[in-house]
């Protein structure tokens, strides 16, 4: 059987090395989380021994219309696949995406071939965007002052609780969260804010009305987003359009109560535009885990915000977890196995 995978940044095929393919450091983690990791982590060729796989990796159109006409399966992560090319997979019995955004994938052309399309989860998103929760509340609840105020030994006077010993903590359901974007990690973040009692909004290039009522949130306009919120995360994919589309007028918009969060793409925002608004107060704060430049340089000036307490900054790690990239290999190469040994497949579109 012939599979095709068009993923240009590898995840795909990054969680289905073999267990002696994995460094030491990887392998001493997981057996941490999980005594029988070795027997869990499953290369490509091991879990499809018995049914062999000619796999085909392209990276361009030109190299998928040229794969397509004998192909079996299609597999594609963070790809636009034209309608026309996809025509050309005579026989296909599968499309597969790994993540459950699958808007890059033409539906509609394969159902009128009768072709099947999957779209399975990303754990790498939902990491992602537990992240994003833990910069929310670390925020609201001040906890980075709170830290010191107890490393300090400054929350007691005369043997009782000091009582101006913590200032400024606010309630997640007094606020209006807004999405910058509502694709396969903004929606997560938008059910954790249900369960807060927040008003939630979101601006996309493409509206998702059948979502809304699913996920509590309201469409509304790119400055009125900007606008309204009081916490403003961005979710957004960097490509030509979208390079430094959030800069000094928005950040102009914004509430000088409100937190900005990027745990996108450092690209997306104009950095220096930020740490001025920071600086001058129009902002309460901001966390990011992406910068501009990455690693972010030592002398950056984030980091003195960093220090004052104005943003919280992480090394562009909200991504990780050992098993992120495992499950969503798996899940995605498992359903393909299904496909073969003439199973059910799951997470059918």
């Known amino acids: 059987m012939k599979v095709v995978v068009w993923d240009n940044i590898g995840n795909v095929l990054w969680g289905m090395r073999a267990w002696d393919k994995w460094d030491a450091v990887n392998r001493a ?5 999980d005594p029988d990791a070795a ?4 290369s490509l060729a091991e879990m499809f021994r018995d049914y062999p796989l000619e796999l085909c990796e392209v990276h361009t159109e030109d190299e998928l219309a040229a794969a397509l006409p004998d192909a079996d399966v299609l597999i594609v992560h963070k790809e636009t696949v034209p309608p026309d090319f996809l ?3 005579r ?9 459950q955004d699958y808007r890059g994938v033409p539906v509609e052309t394969a159902r009128a071939m009768n072709v099947p399309v999957a779209a399975t989860p990303l754990i790498n998103y939902i990491a992602v965007a537990e992240h994003t929760w833990a910069f929310i509340l670390n925020h609201l609840k001040r906890l980075p002052a709170q830290r010191d105020l107890m490393t300090a030994r400054a929350y007691k006077e005369d043997g009782k609780w000091k009582q101006d010993r913590v200032s400024g903590l606010t309630l997640a359901r007094d606020l209006t969260l807004g999405l910058l974007g509502f694709g396969e990690i903004a929606r997560p973040i938008a059910r954790v804010a249900q369960a807060f009692d927040m008003q939630i909004l979101y601006w996309d290039i493409q509206r998702f009305p059948d979502l809304e009522s699913v996920y509590g949130v309201s469409y509304t306009g ?15 994919a960097l490509n030509e359009q979208t390079y430094g589309i959030v800069g000094a007028r928005e950040f102009a918009l914004m509430k000088p109560t409100s937190l900005f969060i990027n745990t996108a793409r450092g690209k997306l925002v104009d950095q220096d535009a930020l740490v001025l608004a920071l600086r ?31 943003v919280t900054l992480t090394p562009h790690s909200a991504w990780q977890g ?17 496909l073969v040994k003439g199973e059910a497949l799951e997470y059918l579109v």
Do not use: C
């Open 91 to 99: 026989n296909l019995r599968l499309v597969q995406h790994l993540g």
């Open 280 to 310: 001058e107060g129009r902002l309460d704060g901001a966390a990011l885990d992406v910068f501009t430049e990455e690693p972010l340089p030592f002398d950056d000036p984030l980091h003195a915000l960093h220090d004052l307490n104005k």
């Open 322 to 338: 050992h098993w992120t990239h495992i499950r969503d290999s798996q899940t995605l190469w498992l359903n393909v196995l299904h």
């Open 87 to 89: 025509k050309q997979g």
């Open 29 to 33: 983690q997981l057996l941490a989380e």
């Open 222 to 236: 790119w400055d009125e987003l900007f606008r309204r919120s009081d916490v403003l995360s961005v979710h957004l």
């Open 39 to 42: 027997e869990k982590v499953m």
